[in-house]
Protein backbone atom coordinates (compact mmCIF):
# COMPACT_ATOMS: atom_id res chain seq x y z
CA UNK A 1 0.00 0.00 0.00
CA UNK A 2 1.15 3.40 -0.57
CA UNK A 3 2.00 6.21 1.75
CA UNK A 4 -0.32 8.89 1.52
CA UNK A 5 0.99 12.06 -0.89
CA UNK A 6 1.56 15.08 1.25
CA UNK A 7 -0.13 18.00 0.07
CA UNK A 8 2.76 20.58 -1.77
CA UNK A 9 3.56 23.91 1.47
CA UNK A 10 0.72 26.26 1.03
CA UNK A 11 2.78 29.68 1.32
CA UNK A 12 -0.30 31.35 1.03
CA UNK A 13 -2.21 29.65 3.88
CA UNK A 14 0.56 30.55 5.90
CA UNK A 15 0.87 34.45 4.88
CA UNK A 16 -2.51 34.69 6.93
CA UNK A 17 -0.58 33.96 9.77
CA UNK A 18 1.07 37.42 9.57
CA UNK A 19 -0.67 40.15 8.94
CA UNK A 20 1.76 42.98 8.16
CA UNK A 21 2.08 40.72 5.17
CA UNK A 22 -1.61 42.20 4.19
CA UNK A 23 -0.13 45.98 4.20
CA UNK A 24 1.25 47.90 0.77
CA UNK A 25 4.79 50.05 0.94
CA UNK A 26 4.40 52.92 -1.32
CA UNK A 27 1.35 51.99 -2.68
CA UNK A 28 2.54 49.04 -3.92
CA UNK A 29 1.46 45.07 -1.71
CA UNK A 30 4.30 44.68 0.56
CA UNK A 31 7.19 42.24 -1.10
CA UNK A 32 9.15 40.93 2.30
CA UNK A 33 12.46 39.89 1.33
CA UNK A 34 14.77 40.35 4.36
CA UNK A 35 13.91 37.62 6.85
CA UNK A 36 17.90 37.19 7.43
CA UNK A 37 17.98 40.38 9.47
CA UNK A 38 14.54 40.29 10.65
CA UNK A 39 11.83 37.79 9.98
CA UNK A 40 8.05 38.23 10.74
CA UNK A 41 5.68 37.53 13.46
CA UNK A 42 2.44 35.53 13.53
CA UNK A 43 0.04 35.87 15.42
CA UNK A 44 0.39 33.35 17.87
CA UNK A 45 3.23 35.01 18.90
CA UNK A 46 1.47 38.70 18.95
CA UNK A 47 -1.15 37.40 20.71
CA UNK A 48 1.06 35.36 23.37
CA UNK A 49 2.80 38.56 24.42
CA UNK A 50 -0.54 40.46 24.36
CA UNK A 51 -2.36 37.77 26.51
CA UNK A 52 0.32 37.62 28.72
CA UNK A 53 0.59 40.92 29.16
CA UNK A 54 -3.39 41.16 29.69
CA UNK A 55 -4.02 38.22 32.17
CA UNK A 56 -0.87 36.86 33.56
CA UNK A 57 2.07 39.12 34.28
CA UNK A 58 4.46 39.48 36.94
CA UNK A 59 8.24 39.62 37.72
CA UNK A 60 9.89 36.10 37.74
CA UNK A 61 11.63 33.29 40.17
CA UNK A 62 11.07 35.99 42.72
CA UNK A 63 7.66 36.35 44.14
CA UNK A 64 5.12 33.69 45.42
CA UNK A 65 1.80 34.98 44.63
CA UNK A 66 0.05 33.17 41.78
CA UNK A 67 0.88 35.99 38.85
CA UNK A 68 4.50 35.31 40.31
CA UNK A 69 3.98 31.56 39.80
CA UNK A 70 2.44 31.44 36.63
CA UNK A 71 4.88 34.07 34.86
CA UNK A 72 7.63 31.83 36.13
CA UNK A 73 5.82 28.64 34.84
CA UNK A 74 5.51 30.27 31.28
CA UNK A 75 8.89 31.77 31.34
CA UNK A 76 10.64 28.40 32.00
CA UNK A 77 8.26 26.55 29.97
CA UNK A 78 9.73 28.57 27.09
CA UNK A 79 13.67 27.50 28.27
CA UNK A 80 12.09 24.22 27.93
CA UNK A 81 10.56 24.71 24.28
CA UNK A 82 14.18 26.29 23.14
CA UNK A 83 16.14 23.07 25.07
CA UNK A 84 13.46 20.72 22.44
CA UNK A 85 14.25 22.89 19.66
CA UNK A 86 18.00 22.35 19.47
CA UNK A 87 17.68 18.94 21.20
CA UNK A 88 19.87 19.99 24.35
CA UNK A 89 20.50 17.59 27.04
CA UNK A 90 18.52 19.57 30.01
CA UNK A 91 16.94 23.05 30.45
CA UNK A 92 19.55 23.95 32.30
CA UNK A 93 21.86 23.90 29.42
CA UNK A 94 19.87 26.77 27.90
CA UNK A 95 20.49 30.66 28.93
CA UNK A 96 18.20 33.11 28.21
CA UNK A 97 20.03 36.07 27.16
CA UNK A 98 18.48 39.61 25.21
CA UNK A 99 20.02 37.85 21.57
CA UNK A 100 22.24 36.44 19.62
CA UNK A 101 25.22 39.06 20.07
CA UNK A 102 25.29 38.51 23.56
CA UNK A 103 24.92 34.96 23.89
CA UNK A 104 28.41 35.21 22.21
CA UNK A 105 29.74 38.03 24.67
CA UNK A 106 28.92 35.67 27.50
CA UNK A 107 31.26 33.15 26.34
CA UNK A 108 34.05 35.55 24.94
CA UNK A 109 34.21 36.96 28.22
CA UNK A 110 33.71 33.86 30.70
CA UNK A 111 36.40 32.07 28.79
CA UNK A 112 40.02 31.67 30.28
CA UNK A 113 42.24 33.90 28.23
CA UNK A 114 45.94 34.93 28.43
CA UNK A 115 48.11 36.26 26.72
CA UNK A 116 49.49 34.45 23.39
CA UNK A 117 46.57 31.99 23.45
CA UNK A 118 44.40 31.87 19.70
CA UNK A 119 40.91 32.16 18.88
CA UNK A 120 39.95 31.23 15.42
CA UNK A 121 37.26 32.55 13.30
CA UNK A 122 35.90 32.48 9.46
CA UNK A 123 36.40 35.24 7.08
CA UNK A 124 32.55 35.30 6.96
CA UNK A 125 31.59 35.70 10.61
CA UNK A 126 28.79 38.30 11.50
CA UNK A 127 30.86 41.02 13.36
CA UNK A 128 28.98 39.99 16.81
CA UNK A 129 31.06 37.18 16.24
CA UNK A 130 34.23 38.70 15.61
CA UNK A 131 34.20 41.84 17.61
CA UNK A 132 33.77 40.27 21.17
CA UNK A 133 37.11 38.04 20.08
CA UNK A 134 38.58 41.22 19.16
CA UNK A 135 38.11 42.65 22.69
CA UNK A 136 40.00 39.39 23.85
CA UNK A 137 42.76 40.12 21.41
CA UNK A 138 43.29 43.97 22.66
CA UNK A 139 42.55 43.61 26.44
CA UNK A 140 44.21 39.55 26.96
CA UNK A 141 46.53 39.91 24.08
CA UNK A 142 45.22 37.23 22.44
CA UNK A 143 46.18 36.16 18.69
CA UNK A 144 42.61 36.31 16.14
CA UNK A 145 43.77 33.64 13.16
CA UNK A 146 41.50 33.46 10.25
CA UNK A 147 40.09 30.49 8.26
CA UNK A 148 39.29 31.39 4.82
CA UNK A 149 36.25 30.24 2.47
CA UNK A 150 36.90 28.78 -1.23
CA UNK A 151 34.80 31.03 -3.55
CA UNK A 152 31.17 29.23 -2.80
CA UNK A 153 31.94 30.00 0.35
CA UNK A 154 32.65 27.03 1.93
CA UNK A 155 35.24 26.32 4.73
CA UNK A 156 38.20 23.87 4.24
CA UNK A 157 38.25 21.36 7.16
CA UNK A 158 41.83 20.78 6.06
CA UNK A 159 42.66 24.84 6.40
CA UNK A 160 40.82 24.75 9.70
CA UNK A 161 43.09 21.82 10.87
CA UNK A 162 46.12 23.66 10.03
CA UNK A 163 45.54 26.67 11.71
CA UNK A 164 44.83 25.29 15.16
CA UNK A 165 48.13 24.79 17.55
CA UNK A 166 48.65 23.86 20.92
CA UNK A 167 47.61 27.72 22.00
CA UNK A 168 44.52 27.44 20.50
CA UNK A 169 41.78 28.59 22.69
CA UNK A 170 38.26 28.27 21.14
CA UNK A 171 37.07 28.51 18.08
CA UNK A 172 34.10 30.31 16.67
CA UNK A 173 31.84 29.78 13.34
CA UNK A 174 29.27 30.39 11.82
CA UNK A 175 26.78 27.62 11.44
CA UNK A 176 25.19 29.87 8.40
CA UNK A 177 26.26 33.08 6.96
CA UNK A 178 24.04 35.79 7.13
CA UNK A 179 25.38 36.84 3.41
CA UNK A 180 26.54 33.36 1.64
CA UNK A 181 24.16 31.06 3.67
CA UNK A 182 26.28 28.40 4.26
CA UNK A 183 29.14 27.91 7.45
CA UNK A 184 30.28 25.08 9.67
CA UNK A 185 29.57 21.60 9.42
CA UNK A 186 30.00 18.47 11.46
CA UNK A 187 32.96 17.82 9.53
CA UNK A 188 34.90 20.85 11.11
CA UNK A 189 33.54 20.73 14.62
CA UNK A 190 35.00 17.07 14.74
CA UNK A 191 38.68 18.43 13.84
CA UNK A 192 38.12 20.51 16.62
CA UNK A 193 36.53 18.54 19.33
CA UNK A 194 40.05 15.64 18.15
CA UNK A 195 42.08 18.59 18.90
CA UNK A 196 40.59 19.15 21.94
CA UNK A 197 39.66 22.35 21.00
CA UNK A 198 35.80 24.05 21.73
CA UNK A 199 33.79 25.30 19.41
CA UNK A 200 31.18 28.01 19.23
CA UNK A 201 28.41 28.34 16.15
CA UNK A 202 26.60 31.39 15.78
CA UNK A 203 23.42 29.56 14.92
CA UNK A 204 21.31 33.25 14.44
CA UNK A 205 20.83 32.12 10.80
CA UNK A 206 20.58 28.36 11.05
CA UNK A 207 18.10 27.74 13.48
CA UNK A 208 15.09 28.97 11.17
CA UNK A 209 15.68 27.16 8.31
CA UNK A 210 17.21 23.66 9.77
CA UNK A 211 16.52 21.41 12.64
CA UNK A 212 19.48 21.85 14.81
CA UNK A 213 20.78 18.92 17.18
CA UNK A 214 23.57 20.17 19.65
CA UNK A 215 24.20 16.96 20.83
CA UNK A 216 24.90 15.24 17.42
CA UNK A 217 26.64 18.31 16.19
CA UNK A 218 29.08 17.80 19.15
CA UNK A 219 29.40 21.61 19.22
CA UNK A 220 30.01 23.22 23.15
CA UNK A 221 28.24 26.25 22.48
CA UNK A 222 25.24 27.54 20.04
CA UNK A 223 24.27 30.68 19.97
CA UNK A 224 21.08 32.17 18.53
CA UNK A 225 18.26 34.51 18.41
CA UNK A 226 14.69 34.93 18.34
CA UNK A 227 13.65 37.83 16.15
CA UNK A 228 14.77 36.00 12.76
CA UNK A 229 13.02 32.80 13.92
CA UNK A 230 9.45 34.62 13.80
CA UNK A 231 9.45 35.37 17.51
CA UNK A 232 10.39 38.33 19.25
CA UNK A 233 13.36 41.03 19.52
CA UNK A 234 15.35 41.27 23.00
CA UNK A 235 15.49 37.44 23.46
CA UNK A 236 18.26 34.93 22.39
CA UNK A 237 19.61 32.15 23.96
CA UNK A 238 22.91 30.35 24.32
CA UNK A 239 23.29 26.86 24.88
CA UNK A 240 26.20 25.65 26.68
CA UNK A 241 27.79 21.79 27.83
CA UNK A 242 26.97 21.71 31.10
CA UNK A 243 30.43 21.53 32.06
CA UNK A 244 31.27 24.72 30.05
CA UNK A 245 28.92 26.70 31.34
CA UNK A 246 29.94 25.86 34.65
CA UNK A 247 33.67 26.69 34.01
CA UNK A 248 32.19 30.32 32.29
CA UNK A 249 32.97 33.10 34.36
CA UNK A 250 29.77 35.42 34.94
CA UNK A 251 28.74 37.76 32.32
CA UNK A 252 27.23 40.39 34.66
CA UNK A 253 26.52 40.65 38.21
CA UNK A 254 22.38 41.74 40.11
CA UNK A 255 19.63 39.83 41.38
CA UNK A 256 19.07 35.96 40.43
CA UNK A 257 22.53 35.35 39.57
CA UNK A 258 23.65 35.55 42.62
CA UNK A 259 23.86 32.67 45.63
CA UNK A 260 24.83 34.12 48.78
CA UNK A 261 26.32 38.13 49.04
CA UNK A 262 27.83 39.01 52.19
CA UNK A 263 29.87 42.04 53.02
CA UNK A 264 33.24 40.04 52.20
CA UNK A 265 32.44 37.65 49.87
CA UNK A 266 29.80 36.64 47.28
CA UNK A 267 29.00 33.02 45.69
CA UNK A 268 26.91 32.47 42.22
CA UNK A 269 24.04 30.58 41.69
CA UNK A 270 24.13 27.85 39.11
CA UNK A 271 23.67 27.89 35.41
CA UNK A 272 21.63 29.10 33.66
CA UNK A 273 20.41 31.42 36.07
CA UNK A 274 24.03 33.01 36.61
CA UNK A 275 24.07 34.67 33.42
CA UNK A 276 20.78 35.86 33.43
CA UNK A 277 21.27 38.97 35.81
CA UNK A 278 18.27 41.11 36.29
CA UNK A 279 14.65 41.17 35.99
CA UNK A 280 14.81 38.98 32.11
CA UNK A 281 13.13 39.52 29.02
CA UNK A 282 9.97 37.49 30.71
CA UNK A 283 7.52 38.68 27.94
CA UNK A 284 10.10 38.04 25.24
CA UNK A 285 10.40 34.87 26.39
CA UNK A 286 6.91 33.92 26.04
CA UNK A 287 7.22 35.37 22.63
CA UNK A 288 10.08 32.72 21.51
CA UNK A 289 8.28 30.43 23.13
CA UNK A 290 5.33 30.35 21.35
CA UNK A 291 7.20 30.73 17.86
CA UNK A 292 8.95 27.53 18.46
CA UNK A 293 5.84 26.27 19.17
CA UNK A 294 4.29 27.82 16.12
CA UNK A 295 7.39 26.63 14.15
CA UNK A 296 7.49 23.42 15.53
CA UNK A 297 3.75 22.57 14.46
CA UNK A 298 4.84 23.28 11.14
CA UNK A 299 6.02 20.55 8.39
CA UNK A 300 10.00 21.36 8.91
CA UNK A 301 10.83 19.65 5.96
CA UNK A 302 8.03 20.70 3.41
CA UNK A 303 8.90 24.71 4.66
CA UNK A 304 13.24 23.48 3.73
CA UNK A 305 12.02 22.26 -0.11
CA UNK A 306 9.96 25.26 -0.39
CA UNK A 307 12.30 27.49 1.18
CA UNK A 308 15.25 25.98 -1.44
CA UNK A 309 12.60 26.67 -4.81
CA UNK A 310 12.59 30.33 -3.73
CA UNK A 311 16.00 30.27 -3.37
CA UNK A 312 16.97 28.23 -6.76
CA UNK A 313 14.13 30.31 -8.68
CA UNK A 314 15.82 33.66 -7.36
CA UNK A 315 19.32 32.69 -8.28
CA UNK A 316 17.99 31.13 -11.91
CA UNK A 317 16.43 34.44 -12.66
CA UNK A 318 19.40 36.54 -11.56
CA UNK A 319 21.67 34.49 -13.36
CA UNK A 320 19.81 35.58 -16.61
CA UNK A 321 20.44 38.63 -15.84
CA UNK A 322 23.66 39.48 -17.45
CA UNK A 323 24.55 42.61 -15.27
CA UNK A 324 24.16 40.93 -11.72
CA UNK A 325 27.01 39.28 -9.46
CA UNK A 326 25.81 36.49 -7.33
CA UNK A 327 28.12 35.61 -4.28
CA UNK A 328 27.57 32.30 -3.11
CA UNK A 329 26.87 29.62 -5.22
CA UNK A 330 26.91 26.38 -3.05
CA UNK A 331 24.00 24.28 -3.78
CA UNK A 332 23.60 23.90 -0.16
CA UNK A 333 23.23 27.20 1.01
CA UNK A 334 19.93 28.36 2.62
CA UNK A 335 17.54 30.45 1.57
CA UNK A 336 20.04 34.06 1.58
CA UNK A 337 20.74 35.35 -1.97
CA UNK A 338 23.68 37.75 -2.23
CA UNK A 339 23.81 40.26 -5.44
CA UNK A 340 25.90 43.21 -6.98
CA UNK A 341 24.38 44.99 -9.89
CA UNK A 342 26.67 46.51 -12.56
CA UNK A 343 27.58 49.81 -12.16
CA UNK A 344 25.12 50.74 -9.18
CA UNK A 345 25.56 50.77 -5.67
CA UNK A 346 23.33 48.43 -3.52
CA UNK A 347 21.72 51.33 -1.48
CA UNK A 348 20.36 52.74 -4.89
CA UNK A 349 19.13 49.06 -5.41
CA UNK A 350 17.74 48.44 -2.87
CA UNK A 351 15.58 51.78 -3.06
CA UNK A 352 14.36 51.73 -6.07
CA UNK A 353 13.02 48.66 -4.99
CA UNK A 354 11.42 49.93 -1.47
CA UNK A 355 9.72 52.50 -3.95
CA UNK A 356 8.35 49.00 -5.73
CA UNK A 357 6.98 47.90 -2.27
CA UNK A 358 9.90 45.17 -2.13
CA UNK A 359 12.03 45.31 0.99
CA UNK A 360 15.23 43.84 0.72
CA UNK A 361 18.16 44.38 2.28
CA UNK A 362 21.91 46.74 1.18
CA UNK A 363 24.94 46.97 2.76
CA UNK A 364 27.80 45.06 4.14
CA UNK A 365 25.60 43.50 6.23
CA UNK A 366 27.34 43.38 9.70
CA UNK A 367 30.30 41.72 7.49
CA UNK A 368 33.19 43.64 6.71
CA UNK A 369 36.03 40.78 6.33
CA UNK A 370 34.11 39.06 4.16
CA UNK A 371 32.91 42.12 1.84
CA UNK A 372 36.51 42.63 2.00
CA UNK A 373 37.09 38.94 0.51
CA UNK A 374 34.90 39.07 -2.07
CA UNK A 375 36.36 42.38 -2.95
CA UNK A 376 33.35 44.57 -2.34
CA UNK A 377 32.14 47.31 -0.13
CA UNK A 378 28.75 45.95 -0.46
CA UNK A 379 26.04 43.65 -1.65
CA UNK A 380 22.06 43.68 -1.79
CA UNK A 381 20.72 40.72 -0.31
CA UNK A 382 17.29 39.06 -1.06
CA UNK A 383 16.48 36.80 2.13
CA UNK A 384 13.18 34.45 2.17
CA UNK A 385 11.29 32.78 4.87
CA UNK A 386 8.40 31.05 5.12
CA UNK A 387 5.93 32.74 3.84
CA UNK A 388 7.42 34.56 0.72
CA UNK A 389 6.42 33.17 -2.66
CA UNK A 390 7.61 32.15 -6.01
CA UNK A 391 5.20 34.82 -7.35
CA UNK A 392 7.18 37.49 -5.00
CA UNK A 393 10.06 36.61 -6.98
CA UNK A 394 8.52 37.35 -10.07
CA UNK A 395 7.68 40.78 -8.51
CA UNK A 396 11.35 41.09 -7.29
CA UNK A 397 13.10 40.12 -10.78
CA UNK A 398 10.68 42.61 -12.48
CA UNK A 399 11.05 45.74 -9.67
CA UNK A 400 14.67 44.97 -9.85
CA UNK A 401 14.70 45.27 -13.97
CA UNK A 402 12.67 48.37 -13.62
CA UNK A 403 15.85 49.81 -11.38
CA UNK A 404 18.06 49.10 -13.30
CA UNK A 405 17.02 51.08 -16.61
CA UNK A 406 16.56 54.01 -13.99
CA UNK A 407 20.15 53.44 -12.72
CA UNK A 408 21.34 53.21 -16.62
Keep these: MNAPVKPPFDARAIRAHFPILARSVNNKQLVYLDSAASAQKPNAVIDA?????????????????ALANETTQA???????AQRLINAPAPEAIVFTKGGTQAINIVANGIDVREGDEIIVSVMEHHSNIVPWHFLRERKGATLKWLDIDDDGRLDPAALDALITPRTKIIALTHCSNVLGVGADKT????????????????CQAVVHARIDVQAL????????????????GIGVLYGK?????????FEGGGEMID????????????????????????????????????????????AAHEASLRDAAMDRLRGLN???????????????????????????AQLLDQQGVAIRAGHHCAQPLMQRLGVTATARASFGLYNTLDEIDAFIEALEKARKLLS
Design 75 to 81: YEAARAK
Design 188 to 203: LIDIAQARGVPVLLDG
Design 242 to 250: PERLAALRP
Design 218 to 233: GVDYYAFTGHKLYGPT
Design 260 to 303: VVERERITYNDPPHRFEAGTPPILEAIGLGAAIDWLSAQDRAAI
Design 49 to 65: MAQAMRTSYANVHRGIH
Design 323 to 349: WVMLHGSAREKAAIVAFSVQGAHPHDV
